[in-house]
């Protein structure tokens, strides 16, 4: 089913915790994203991973954090600090230098905090 | 920073008449464009795209135009059906940073 899988599906936690949101591809791609989905805003990146043991600052990633130790994985810790953090999060994977150069989205994860 | 403008936000046709949305990027080192949809609850899906070295790419009832010297690209949907009835994103990749970036998304709805 596309390869890149995220869970879970729906995540609740208490406000002023800290979450991660879990991001795993078998598609051997060298590129890994995250995205936030809100109503009318489309796919703001958070971060970015060109390669293993490094990743970049999107354009909103203040509040969050993220580890690329591996190839296959790419999880997304929401922090206490990120001021609004319910929203829909979508994970990617691509393999730019390839022939194809296609980006296939997990199925999200839909956090909500209370 | 790198940014992408989509429009219309919204778009409403009837069936069998085409579908425009327009997009346009900042970086002028953006070689790679791709059109994503995503239908209700479900994730992004590619449907077409195009590098900077071609003006134009067609499949079946999908085109998309490239204007780098605007630096704009559309997208156009022909005959369109009630299973196009969407949300369509553009989004535009510099090869060298692998960084993608979307545009805000058009909903569209195509009318019986």
């Known amino acids: 089913d596309g390869g890149i899988t995220q869970s879970p599906k729906y995540l609740f936690r208490k406000e002023g915790q800290n979450v991660t949101l879990s991001c795993e591809q078998n598609?051997?791609?060298?590129?890994m994203y995250w995205y936030r989905q809100d109503p009318g805003q489309g796919l703001r990146l958070i971060y970015y991973s060109q390669i293993v043991n490094d990743f970049q600052k999107g354009d909103i990633a203040e509040g969050y954090s993220v580890s690329r130790e591996k190839k296959e994985s790419f999880p997304l810790t929401v922090t206490s600090a990120q001021k609004n953090p319910t929203a829909f999060y979508l994970c990617?994977?691509?393999?730019?230098?390839?022939?194809?150069?296609?980006?296939?989205f997990g199925q999200g994860t839909r956090l909500t905090v209370v | 920073g790198e940014n992408v403008e989509q429009h219309p936000s919204t778009l409403s046709v009837q069936e069998g008449d085409s579908a425009v949305i327009k997009c346009t990027y900042s970086d002028s080192a953006s070689n790679y464009f791709p059109w994503y949809k995503q239908e209700l609850g479900k994730r992004p899906q590619l449907i077409i795209d195009?590098?900077?070295?071609?003006g134009e790419k067609k499949d079946q009832r999908i085109a998309v135009t490239l204007n780098k010297t605007a630096k704009h690209f559309s997208l156009h949907i022909t005959e369109t059906q009630p299973e196009d009835s969407a949300v369509y994103f553009c989004a535009a990749r510099r090869d060298s940073s692998y960084k993608l970036i979307f545009g805000s998304g058009t909903r569209l709805l195509v009318r019986p």
């Open positions: 990617a994977s691509s393999s730019p230098r390839g022939t194809s150069t296609e980006a296939f």
């Open positions: 195009i590098r900077s070295n071609v």
């Open positions: 598609l051997n791609h060298d590129a």
